[in-house]
């Protein structure tokens, strides 16, 4: 079964789904919408745009490596070049060529409007997180063991909340 998490942020999917992927390697791609380049790392306020953004694209490499994520995307967007309308464009072909069958979706107000709307025309489940939800994900010690052991590769965060209050169950909301 293909799955796609799509993570408006470049950090969230690791603390909300990567345990979902350290179960099932390989049946994973994850997009992510937002460059944040314009965040600065956390404990490093004086790098340049392009040093944040290439400090978080290796971040995310190393990550998708470690747990087996089989396709990593960064749309690269920033707040001056989103368009909406091309980024459902993309994620509509990356779901309907790619074969998806499940959809993770970080909880935001941007991606619930899209997705409510695809939800009618798309033939797949699809999920949100970051919020309460009915389907639980629970990890083994080891599976929580290497999903805390991603933090250290999370050099470019822009603050410590990305790293703190971990959980060994992952929760999903479905979309209706």
């Known amino acids: 079964m293909k799955k796609l998490i799509i993570s408006y942020s470049t950090y969230s999917w690791i603390k909300y789904c990567s345990g979902m992927i350290i179960q099932e390697p390989n049946t994973f791609s994850v997009m992510i ?6 965040k600065p790392i956390y404990g490093c306020a004086n790098l340049c745009k ?7 694209s290796e971040d995310l490499y190393n ?5 087996g994520v089989k396709e990593l995307t960064n ?10 309308h091309k980024l459902i464009a993309q994620l509509q072909l990356k779901i309907m060529l790619g074969g998806i069958e499940e959809i993770y979706y970080q909880k935001s107000k941007l991606l619930d409007i899209i997705f409510n709307k695809m939800n009618k025309k798309l033939c797949v489940n699809i999920y949100s997180y970051g919020k309460n ?5 629970e990890l083994s010690q080891n599976e929580y063991s290497k999903k ?7 050099i470019g965060k822009s603050n410590l909340l990305d790293i703190e209050d ?11």
């Open 133 to 137: 939800g009915d389907k639980v994900i």
């Open 63 to 67: 990550i998708g490596i470690k747990i």
């Open 148 to 154: 805390l052991s991603l933090k250290e590769f999370m």
């Open 50 to 56: 392009a040093a944040i953004y290439e400090q978080r």
């Open 33 to 38: 919408v937002m460059a944040e380049k314009d």
């Open 166 to 176: 971990w959980k060994n169950k992952e929760v999903f909301e479905k979309l209706v």
């Open 75 to 84: 749309f690269r967007n920033t707040i001056e070049t989103f368009d909406i």
